[in-house]
């Protein structure tokens, strides 16, 4: 588990609990054989291909996540023509967990996955692989330029490669629509925003740190009220592309359309031309240390739900209206990066170079991976599907529960015998809490 950060982090949460390991909890396993969907003529259609995660296996310093690459929510249709769909990839990705600080400055993202979501479903940086005149030196922003070919869901696929490049939350779920494809082709997408409570964990970069959504503890030692994490990568105040954000001073034959200026994407052939505006490349954005929450890389050093004992983490972040903010997922790698992920062309591998080469086991999610254990008094299993077990000669008299938000949700005391029912609540990190302040994290999975 990632190490404790105590100097930055000034409060006490007394006692914990060993964690329930999200790199092992948190991933979708497919246990119903449902198969992936998508809009076609119309009609939501079964497209016969397993969705989420098939299996999960790990040893004590590596997770192995084998998966289709097929979402469960409705995928389609690509409306600049794409004519791919969602295909079995047969994924095998290696997420380290023991994370480790990578070089300082961060370790820059390729084109091709950089991550993968809970669902399997793979994450890309905010680049297309085109470049202005193919010059190599304004870069495309896929959040830009192919906008108008994602689905409902934020996501499409290259030659059937599923992915995301933004957060995968429908498009309807937003203040300010920018793409109206789900009033005709609705999807669930992976989440929902919702601004009251910490955003969930959605997926894993491939150096092993955990990403969330955009909403979170305003304080990164967990307290404060939740707010939206804001970039740190900033617009900048330019009208012509003839600099670059580190104050490099482009040839003329280097410089990038003026703002404004119409251009023609490299993508659909036959395109219509659109306007260049601020935010169309990569290069438009500048990084600002402080002017948000969050690093160059698109993290920060900070308590969640999941590590109450505090993690590096990124979060997928979005502006004021819960539209993609660049730069979306992860500009860089906070951490070591397991390569492995990547097939033999690099990033943009088909498929990935993971091979097992030690013992494992395998987690079907009802596995005991964690258990509250102090000398005198235990809780367990943890996961949790349905209920929890205190045994133990001084176990506690009485244990509330609290939600990620600290709302209480339910109660037990000794007179309801040694066990607690908790099957009646949603899947979500919570904390048992006792009377003298201990807090123990419990995951209740599906």
Same mark, same amino acid.
């Given at each position: 588990?990632?190490?404790? =950060?105590?100097?930055?982090?000034?409060?006490?949460?007394?006692?914990?609990?060993?964690?329930?390991?999200?790199?092992?909890?948190?991933?979708?396993?497919?246990?119903?054989?449902?198969?992936?969907?998508?809009?076609?003529?119309?009609?939501?259609?079964?497209?016969?291909?397993?969705?989420?995660?098939?299996?999960?296996?790990?040893?004590?310093?590596?997770?192995?996540?084998?998966?289709?690459?097929?979402?469960?929510?409705?995928?389609?249709?690509?409306?600049?023509?794409?004519?791919?769909?969602?295909?079995?990839?047969?994924?095998?990705?290696?997420?380290?967990?023991?994370?480790?600080?990578?070089?300082?400055?961060?370790?820059?993202?390729?084109?091709?996955?950089?991550?993968?979501?809970?669902?399997?479903?793979?994450?890309?940086?905010?680049?297309?692989?085109?470049?202005?005149?193919?010059?190599? /030196?304004?870069?495309?922003?896929?959040?830009?330029?192919?906008?108008?070919?994602?689905?409902?869901?934020?996501?499409?696929?290259?030659?059937?490669?599923?992915?995301?490049?933004?957060?995968?939350?429908?498009?309807?779920?937003?203040?300010?629509? /920018?793409?109206?494809?789900?009033?005709?082709?609705?999807?669930?997408?992976?989440?929902?925003?919702?601004?009251?409570?910490?955003?969930?964990?959605?997926?894993?970069?491939?150096?092993? =740190?955990?990403?969330?959504?955009?909403?979170?503890?305003?304080?990164?030692?967990?307290?404060?009220? /939740?707010?939206?994490?804001?970039?740190?990568?900033?617009?900048?105040?330019?009208?012509?592309?003839?600099?670059?954000?580190?104050?490099?001073?482009?040839?003329?034959? @280097?410089?990038?359309?003026?703002?404004?200026?119409?251009?023609?994407?490299?993508?659909?052939?036959?395109?219509?031309?659109?306007?260049?505006?601020?935010?169309?490349?990569?290069?438009?954005?500048?990084?600002?240390?402080?002017?948000?929450?969050?690093?160059?890389?698109?993290?920060?050093?900070?308590?969640?739900?999941?590590?109450?004992?505090?993690?590096?983490?990124?979060?997928?972040?979005?502006?004021?209206?819960?539209?993609?903010?660049?730069?979306?997922?992860?500009?860089?790698?906070?951490?070591?990066?397991?390569?492995?992920?990547?097939?033999?062309?690099?990033?943009?591998?088909?498929? $990935?170079?993971?091979?097992?080469?030690?013992?494992?086991?395998?987690?079907?999610?009802?596995?005991?991976?964690?258990?509250?254990?102090?000398?005198?008094?235990?809780?367990?299993?943890?996961?949790?599907?349905?209920?929890?077990?205190?045994?133990?000669?001084?176990?506690?008299? @009485?244990?509330?529960?609290?939600?990620?938000?600290?709302?209480?949700?339910?109660?037990?005391?000794?007179?309801?015998?040694?066990?607690?029912?908790?099957?009646?609540?949603?899947?979500?990190?919570?904390?048992?809490?006792?009377?003298?302040? $201990?807090?123990?994290?419990?995951? /209740?999975?599906?």
């Amino acid at each position: 588990m990632p190490r404790f =950060y105590s100097q930055i982090f000034l409060f006490s949460l007394l006692p914990l609990a060993a964690l329930a390991q999200p790199e092992l909890a948190s991933w979708h396993i497919n246990t119903d054989g449902a198969t992936g969907q998508f809009w076609n003529n119309g009609q939501l259609t079964d497209n016969g291909i397993l969705c989420d995660v098939e299996q999960v296996q790990y040893s004590d310093d590596n997770v192995y996540i084998n998966a289709p690459g097929v979402p469960r929510y409705a995928t389609a249709p690509f409306n600049d023509g794409n004519p791919s769909q969602a295909s079995d990839t047969d994924y095998l990705f290696r997420i380290p967990r023991n994370p480790e600080v990578g070089p300082s400055g961060g370790t820059s993202t390729g084109l091709g996955h950089a991550g993968v979501l809970v669902n399997g479903v793979p994450i890309y940086n905010a680049l297309d692989a085109f470049s202005f005149d193919n010059l190599d /030196i304004w870069h495309q922003n896929g959040g830009f330029f192919e906008l108008a070919g994602f689905d409902c869901a934020k996501g499409h696929p290259a030659m059937g490669r599923y992915h995301h490049h933004l957060l995968p939350s429908p498009f309807s779920n937003s203040q300010d629509v /920018i793409n109206a494809v789900c009033n005709d082709y609705p999807s669930e997408g992976l989440m929902t925003i919702d601004p009251s409570v910490h955003s969930p964990l959605i997926g894993f970069a491939f150096d092993g =740190y955990p990403i969330y959504g955009p909403y979170a503890y305003e304080n990164s030692d967990g307290t404060g009220g /939740i707010v939206r994490m804001e970039s740190s990568h900033v617009e900048r105040d330019i009208t012509v592309r003839q600099t670059l954000a580190d104050g490099t001073i482009l040839a003329p034959n @280097e410089y990038g359309p003026a703002v404004g200026e119409l251009v023609t994407p490299a993508i659909p052939p036959g395109a219509e031309p659109v306007e260049a505006v601020i935010g169309a490349y990569i290069e438009d954005f500048e990084f600002i240390a402080g002017s948000g929450h969050l690093d160059e890389n698109n993290g920060r050093l900070c308590v969640t739900p999941e590590y109450p004992n505090g993690t590096y983490a990124y979060f997928a972040t979005v502006n004021e209206s819960w539209n993609p903010q660049f730069p979306y997922f992860l500009y860089s790698y906070y951490g070591v990066v397991a390569e492995d992920n990547f097939g033999a062309g690099g990033p943009q591998g088909a498929v $990935t170079s993971v091979v097992i080469n030690e013992p494992v086991e395998t987690y079907d999610g009802s596995s005991r991976v964690s258990v509250f254990d102090s000398p005198s008094w235990s809780l367990f299993p943890n996961p949790i599907r349905d209920w929890v077990t205190i045994s133990g000669p001084s176990a506690p008299e @009485e244990l509330n529960l609290l939600d990620a938000s600290g709302r209480m949700v339910s109660q037990w005391n000794a007179r309801m015998g040694n066990t607690w029912d908790l099957g009646g609540l949603a899947a979500g990190m919570y904390f048992a809490t006792t009377l003298d302040g $201990t807090r123990i994290p419990l995951l /209740i999975v599906e």
